[in-house]
């Protein structure tokens, strides 16, 4: 099974300031995902992860606000710009092995004041 | 787009006593379902899935059964424990809409001792 892990683990920043949010993959996956959990809730997808080109953003999220990379098969960031409270939360990114089975990172805790 | 529903939101049980917990889903084209469980603090993992073309899967002391005429699958735990106590997430996939996943809202397991 794929193991991923996340930098930072979390982090307390300013308004108005940006964060980038990095992922790595131990081995090959063939999509990555990214996605915000608020305290108590569920998950939401921000957008997938393509290799080498644009990511897909879910309706609500755009490219400028969440700016994704993956330049290569095992590595991606999310970056969070222009930050406001709102954008408090956990960010998670996953990947995709046998097109089916999804792992988890372990997730950023971000808290903007 | 799939809209995953899932009930209940909380859920406590004695240890020993099963727990199950339902969801349903949207798009007849969903044809994966997976199940998470997320210990407070923790990354989602991966617990059990089913895929459309088989109607129950088992292990140990999980299983999930799945109906697709109706849209729904339910995860089942039985002899419940105190380590059973965590937020259990459903989702729906499809290979169609590039492997995204749709999420219910979860369910708070509380199994007491």
């Known amino acids: 099974s794929a193991v991923i892990s996340q930098k930072p683990s979390r982090d307390i920043c300013q308004r108005g300031t940006s964060l980038t949010i990095q992922c790595q993959v131990d081995?090959?996956?063939?999509?990555m995902f990214w996605y915000r959990q608020q305290p108590g809730q569920s998950l939401t997808l921000i957008a997938t992860?393509?290799?080498?080109?644009?990511?897909?953003?879910e309706s609500g999220f755009v490219i400028d606000k969440f700016p994704i990379s993956r330049p290569n098969l095992t590595f991606s960031t999310l970056t969070v710009s222009n930050m406001s409270p709102e954008d408090s939360s956990i960010y998670l990114c996953?990947?995709?092995?046998?097109?089916?089975?999804?792992?988890f990172g372990p997730g950023t805790r971000l808290l903007v004041l | 787009g799939e809209n995953v529903e899932q009930h209940p939101s909380t859920l406590s049980v004695q240890e020993g006593d099963s727990a199950v917990i339902k969801c349903t889903y949207s798009?007849?084209?969903?044809?994966?379902f997976p199940w998470y469980k997320q210990e407070l603090g923790k990354r989602p993992q991966l617990i059990i899935d089913?895929?459309?073309?088989?109607g129950e899967k088992k292990d140990q002391r999980i299983a999930v059964t799945l109906n697709k005429t109706a849209k729904h699958f339910s995860l089942h735990i039985t002899e419940t424990q105190p380590e059973d106590s965590a937020v259990y997430f459903c989702a729906a996939s499809t290979s169609q809409n590039f492997n995204k996943f749709y999420f219910g809202s979860g369910t708070k397991l509380n199994v007491k001792p």
């Open positions: 798009d007849s084209a969903s044809n994966y």
């Open positions: 992860a393509n290799q080498g080109s644009e990511a897909t953003y």
């Open positions: 996953s990947g995709l092995e046998d097109r089916e089975t999804q792992y």
């Open positions: 081995s090959q996956v063939t999509m």
């Open positions: 089913i895929r459309s073309n088989v």
